[in-house]
Antibody
């Protein structure tokens, strides 16, 4: 059974950079059939796709965040990561990592449990 | 960006009821539409993909339909574990946006 586990600092000060890592277990991270994504959810609000990365190395960034985010993939560690710079209170959210299925209709079929990132001084 | 609008935003129903949630896209997305269920404090769970395909392991009381701009998720015979928030998501074009969610509550 595929499992994803997010890790991150929890509390970050405004203007700092937050780095999140998702560790994949129970399956391959190197298949071209899948992609890997980060989705966030501010407290009490809806879901927002932030970034995706494909085995080929190609990436997609949400235009609203593109100037501040970087997604990367480390197949040797079975991890993918998200870096978000110049954070503000608006970036406070639960950040989920997920596996996306490519092909007919893309969808996220496996999700991590989520990690809360709070931006506060 | 394609905007996804769900209705209603919240819904009260009883165990055993049949309920329908609607999702409308701001432009045609063919059947590039997925449905997720989210319970408090938990990650979303994929229920339906490609508008009408049931994800493995999901009970058959969940059905999805629609194409183009209008989609529905129907839950036939509500069970206690079905009370949650439901989101639609389009994957026709990036960013793969979600609807604002529909909270299904016990009456």
């Amino acid at each position: 059974q595929l499992q994803l586990q997010e890790s991150g600092p929890g509390l970050v000060k405004p203007s700092e950079t937050v780095s999140l890592t998702c560790t994949v277990s129970g399956g391959s991270i190197s298949s071209s059939s899948y992609y890997w994504g980060w989705i966030r959810q501010p407290p009490g609000k809806g879901l927002e796709c932030i970034a995706n990365i494909y085995y080929s190395g190609s990436t997609y960034y949400n235009p609203s965040l593109k100037s501040r985010i970087t997604i990367s993939l480390d197949t040797s560690k079975k991890q993918f990561s998200l870096e978000l710079t110049s954070v503000t209170a608006a970036d406070t959210a639960v950040y989920y990592c997920a596996r996306g299925i490519k092909g007919d209709v893309a969808r996220f079929d496996y999700w991590g449990q989520g990690t809360l990132v709070t931006v506060s001084s | 960006d394609i905007q996804m609008t769900q209705s209603p935003s919240s819904l009260s129903a009883s165990v055993g009821d049949r309920v329908t949630i609607t999702c409308r896209a701001s432009q045609s997305i063919s059947t590039y539409l997925n449905w997720y269920q989210q319970k408090p404090g938990k990650a979303p769970k994929l229920l339906i993909y490609a508008a009408s395909n049931l994800q493995s392991g999901v009970p058959s009381r969940f059905t999805g339909s629609g194409s183009g701009t209008d989609f529905t998720l129907t839950i036939g015979g509500l069970q206690p574990e079905d009370f949650a928030t439901y989101y639609c998501q389009q994957s026709f074009s990036s960013p793969q946006g979600f609807g604002q969610g529909t909270k299904l509550e016990i009456k």
